[in-house]
């Protein structure tokens, strides 16, 4: 008798072989199935990682169908064991199509076997509303529209709280009905430093914590790299005894090619304008509500203004003294001084902490008391991260400081911040001792058909490696254009705008639109879009840039016009799926080189040359083609895409280390000669 699909025989190899055939399980669900040699073999080495508990670095290239290849072996490792894994991706689409689409599909064929595989996801705890802040929001507002008409943000918490009441909304920021201004959601948004957790009285109803205790629940849970770090973060914290997430025995990361960074972020420091102004909006607003505001005099809390004023006015202003646009014309600088806070400074604001808490005196609720003491900790902690600034503690052993522009390179606003310089080893003893079973995984994680760069990132030394091709054929499908007359061009120079202006009108003629033109620099993309875009329009073809709409309307629009012309920057690299025949040509501009003056990438290099590496081999060249391989991975999304990558930079051709990227690229067939592109892009 032949085996149905849906059957589970065999041992648990064989299923999975017999799932990934052309007459299996997922084929049954999938009207599109395609046996892929790839997909299984994937299957197959996740399957061992899970069962033998270890580490995997796998590369698939796109259209091995890798999710479904990690998703089917782990669902069936949660039925055999009953544990949990954890599904960690970069991008809030991959979540997307994980939750609603492949889990589903995975789940439904694996009931079969009698087995409900129950899955959820979670995000960062500020996407969710904070029961507690909103009913005290909305009250004071209640008390204020008692006397005064509503003005827009009050409107905005008084329909958040009605909602909230009901029972259609679960507490996603997402899933709101109406939009809400990010400043009116962030004084009613879930924050861990002002969560009360268990000790909330409405704990039992609060939304986030719902979310939360469902995940004990589940075998597979879904987030993003930055709540897993900093689950992680609070993990280690506490030696292990809490966290964000319930515990877990294996671990997937998905675009694992941001995992680094993600965990850098999770483990820096920040003093912003709006820390600071965070902290005294709600200190004056603990002073005037509740009790401490019937305790303490209209006198007193004018006074407690201006000495908050004061305080904080003098970290501003050296804040403002670092502005890195006037110092050096750049967003960031490092900073490498000490002694840049007096010591007076930092001592005013641990005092302003010992100052509020006399309110500890009154008679106050638990609530109350949880926010004083809550302010209070707030206050210390800015006083110890200003006293680790001005000492620059650790400054390029093991951490870097910089002061950094934010909100926009001429607003003025100023933030210093810090940040390791390697996680290698915060992630082997607090995530690779912990969790035996680790799969990373991305369309791009090798280098010249190594992991030697990410096992030393991320050490992990001993990690088992797999890397599978795309079933695409490139050979076939795409023709890799260096222009000719590229040689001899000044990447660096102003007069480089120009020749990138007339090759992106030139191909433009060539592909009717439909392309993509990537850059590195903002100002780059300014200036070239200026010289372009009449031009592109008179040819009829649509020009879009980044910054002109949200990424995901200019997107939708790109594939509903189908011969558009969209010029991107760092988002549009990667992430973004246009099958078919509106993205037909894909210019890279520059070798997406890291920025050499990042004050991160300096310090770290620093450390590198004394280790005895070589910077632009150890660092430079593999992320710039990891991400070169990003950019070109944008034009073939399935089988019948065909098209052209041009790249602009003559550095390519010309440059030993040209070959290493050359040879780190889908194989198309390389020309010099501009004109293949339309005989690349003729369409059918
Ligand atoms: S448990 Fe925390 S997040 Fe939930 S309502 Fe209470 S304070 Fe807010």
């Known amino acids: 008798m032949s085996e149905q699909p849906g059957e589970f025989i065999g041992n648990s190899a064989d299923i999975i072989r017999a799932a990934f055939s052309q007459g299996g399980i997922l084929a049954s669900k999938l009207g599109d199935f395609?046996?892929?040699?790839?997909?299984?073999?994937?299957?197959?080495?996740?399957?061992?990682?899970?069962?033998?508990?270890?580490?995997?670095?796998?590369?698939?290239g796109t259209g091995t169908g890798k999710s479904l290849a990690y998703l089917f072996p782990t669902a069936l490792w949660c039925r055999e064991t009953g544990k949990r894994v954890v599904i960690s991706t970069h991008t809030i689409n991959l979540q997307q199509q994980?939750?609603?689409k492949d889990i589903p599909l995975v789940a439904g064929a694996i009931s079969g076997s009698g087995f409900d595989l129950r899955y959820s996801q979670i995000k960062g705890r500020n996407h969710y509303v904070c029961l507690r802040r909103l009913g005290q929001l909305a009250e004071e507002v209640s008390q204020?529209?008692?006397?005064?008409?509503?003005?827009?943000?009050?409107?905005?918490?008084?329909?958040?709280?009605?909602?909230?009441?009901?029972?259609?909304?679960?507490?996603?920021?997402?899933?709101?009905?109406?939009?809400?201004?990010d400043a009116v959601w962030s004084l009613v948004c879930s924050e861990s430093d002002r969560c009360m957790s268990s000790k909330c009285s409405r704990f039992a109803h609060c939304f986030y914590q719902k979310h939360r205790r469902r995940l004990e629940e589940c075998h597979m849970i879904v987030v993003n790299h930055a709540l897993f770090a900093s689950h992680l973060a609070i993990w280690s914290q506490s030696s292990g005894n809490t966290g964000l997430l319930p515990g877990f025995e294996a671990v997937i990361f998905d675009e694992a090619h941001h995992l680094e960074d993600a965990i850098r972020d999770?483990?820096?420091?920040?003093?912003?304008?709006?820390?600071?102004?965070?902290?005294?909006?709600?200190t004056v607003r603990m002073a005037r509500t509740g009790v401490i505001g019937r305790s303490i005099t209209r006198e007193g809390i004018?006074?407690?203004?201006?000495?908050?004023?004061?305080?904080?006015?003098?970290?501003?202003?050296?804040?403002?003294?670092?502005?890195?646009?006037?110092?050096?014309?750049?967003?960031?600088?490092?900073?490498?001084?000490?002694?840049?806070?007096?010591?007076?400074?930092?001592?005013?604001?641990?005092?302003?902490?010992?100052?509020?808490?006399?309110?500890?005196?009154?008679?106050?609720?638990?609530?109350?008391?949880?926010?004083?003491?809550?302010?209070?900790?707030?206050?210390?902690?800015?006083?110890?991260?200003?006293?680790?600034?001005?000492?620059?503690?650790?400054?390029?052993?093991?951490?870097v400081y910089w002061a950094e522009s934010v909100e926009g390179p001429r607003s003025g606003h100023v933030s210093l911040k810090r940040?390791?310089?390697?996680?290698?080893?915060?992630?082997?003893?607090?995530?690779?001792?912990?969790?035996?079973?680790?799969?990373?995984?991305?369309?791009?994680?090798?280098?010249?058909?190594?992991?030697?760069?990410?096992?030393?990132?991320?050490?992990?030394?001993?990690?088992?490696e797999l890397i599978l091709g795309?079933?695409?054929?490139?050979?076939?499908?795409?023709?890799?254009?260096?222009?000719?007359?590229?040689?001899?061009?000044?990447?660096?120079?102003?007069?480089?705008?120009?020749?990138?202006?007339?090759?992106?009108?030139?191909?433009?003629?060539?592909?009717?639109?439909?392309?993509?033109?990537?850059?590195?620099?903002?100002?780059?993309?300014?200036?070239?879009?200026?010289?372009v875009r009449d031009k592109v329009e008179e040819m009829g073809y649509p020009f879009m840039k980044q910054g002109d709409a949200p990424r995901d309307a200019l997107l939708k629009d790109f594939k509903e016009k189908g011969n558009a012309v969209l010029f991107g920057l760092d988002s549009f690299w990667e992430g973004v799926d246009v099958p078919g025949q509106a993205l037909s040509c894909v210019v890279i501009t520059k070798l997406p080189f890291p920025v050499p003056d990042d004050p991160v990438m300096e310090a770290r290099e620093q450390v590198w040359r004394s280790q005895g590496l070589v910077p632009f081999t150890h660092y430079s060249l593999p992320v710039a083609t990891l991400k070169l391989r990003q950019g070109f991975g944008r034009l073939i999304r399935t089988k019948t895409d065909r098209g052209a990558v041009v790249i602009l930079d003559p550095r390519i051709a010309t440059k030993h280390y040209g070959r290493t990227i050359l040879k780190s690229l889908p194989p198309a067939r390389l020309t010099f000669d501009l004109e293949d592109v339309a005989e690349a892009v003729s369409f059918s």
């Open 34 to 60: 395609e046996e892929r040699p790839e997909q299984l073999e994937m299957a197959l080495a996740v399957w061992e990682s899970l069962i033998s508990p270890s580490h995997l670095l796998v590369e698939a």
């Open 98 to 100: 994980l939750v609603h």
């Open 144 to 181: 204020r529209t008692s006397l005064f008409v509503a003005n827009a943000e009050e409107r905005a918490i008084q329909d958040i709280y009605e909602l909230s009441a009901g029972n259609s909304w679960d507490g996603d920021r997402d899933r709101l009905p109406f939009p809400v201004p």
């Open 266 to 282: 999770s483990l820096g420091m920040e003093v912003s304008p709006g820390r600071l102004k965070r902290l005294v909006d709600d």
């Open 302 to 399: 004018r006074q407690l203004g201006e000495i908050l004023d004061s305080r904080m006015s003098a970290v501003q202003r050296i804040l403002q003294k670092l502005d890195p646009v006037r110092l050096v014309g750049r967003d960031k600088t490092r900073l490498r001084d000490i002694g840049l806070f007096d010591e007076e400074v930092v001592k005013s604001i641990r005092d302003l902490g010992k100052e509020i808490q006399y309110w500890e005196d009154f008679d106050l609720s638990d609530e109350e008391r949880f926010e004083v003491q809550s302010l209070r900790r707030r206050f210390v902690a800015l006083s110890q991260d200003l006293y680790g600034i001005s000492n620059l503690d650790g400054d390029g052993e093991s951490h």
């Open 419 to 464: 940040a390791p310089l390697e996680v290698g080893d915060y992630l082997r003893e607090t995530l690779w001792s912990a969790v035996p079973a680790a799969i990373l995984t991305s369309a791009t994680l090798a280098t010249g058909s190594s992991f030697e760069y990410q096992k030393h990132m991320l050490s992990l030394p001993n990690a088992a």
């Open 470 to 531: 795309s079933p695409f054929d490139y050979r076939e499908q795409v023709r890799l254009c260096v222009p000719k007359d590229s040689r001899g061009q000044d990447v660096n120079s102003p007069p480089f705008n120009d020749f990138v202006a007339d090759k992106v009108v030139e191909i433009a003629g060539m592909t009717c639109g439909r392309m993509f033109v990537l850059f590195t620099n903002k100002k780059s993309m300014e200036r070239v879009a200026e010289l």
